[in-house]
């Protein structure tokens, strides 16, 4: 049987909002934690290629760290943007908790040259929390760019997303999964309403 990490949809549009979908499901509480250790947290940096190939290989050498560092970001990272979708606005608390962890990323970042410009990148060297950092700034990023508007917890499961749509309506993570639940339920919903307005008709009719 496959590793569930290995299979896990990627449904999210941004690698941190990704992250945060590293659990079953958000609603209505939530569910099975894909990351049991720091071996599942690796097999997800290898399955978004968080790292280049054989830096990868170097630092899947190192000795493992601990699986509570991921999940705290990760929990910091949800509820940052959960809030965000939910009423508009970022928390002061959880911007001031993000800060705190770029404090200690900035330390191994440099202003980089890329084909598209000047960007922040990490460091060169391996380093076990590496990944994290890249998760981390990829929040930064998407936080303080004009697609934040964009990001969205889907009404069937609470995954977070991006919403790519050219209305910017999108209420689903996937089309084929929880997309198509939410439609069912709204005609479920449409039938039933239907239906009672039907009876209350006649009800009225034999007085």
């Known amino acids: 049987m496959p590793h569930p990490i290995e299979t896990l949809s990627l449904d999210g549009g941004w ?10 499901t958000r609603l209505p509480a ?9 071996d ?3 097999v997800w940096v290898a399955r978004v290629d968080l790292l280049p190939e054989t830096e990868y290989r170097i630092w899947k050498r190192m000795p493992p760290g601990d699986i509570a560092e991921p999940r705290a970001l990760r929990e910091l990272i949800y509820g940052l943007f959960s809030h965000y979708a939910e009423k508009g606005v970022v928390h002061p608390g959880h911007l001031e908790a993000l800060n705190g962890y770029l404090h200690e990323v900035y330390a191994h970042t440099r202003i980089c040259m890329t084909g598209n410009g000047l960007r922040r990148g990490v460091e060169d060297e391996p380093h076990l ?21 964009r990001v969205k917890a889907c009404d069937n499961c609470g995954w977070l997303f991006l919403d790519t749509s ?25 039938k039933k309403k239907a239906a009672q307005r039907g009876a209350g008709k006649g009800r009225k009719g034999k007085t």
């Open 15 to 24: 690698l941190c909002l990704d992250f945060t979908n590293t659990v079953s």
């Open 30 to 38: 939530t569910g099975d934690d894909y990351l049991h250790s720091w």
């Open 40 to 42: 599942d947290f690796a």
């Open 129 to 149: 929390e590496k990944p994290l950092w890249l998760i981390a700034l990829s929040a930064e990023t998407l936080l303080l760019s004009d697609r934040l508007s």
């Open 166 to 190: 050219k209305n910017g309506a999108r209420r689903w993570c996937n089309m084929s999964t929880c997309g198509s639940q939410i439609k069912a339920k709204a005609w479920y919903h449409r």
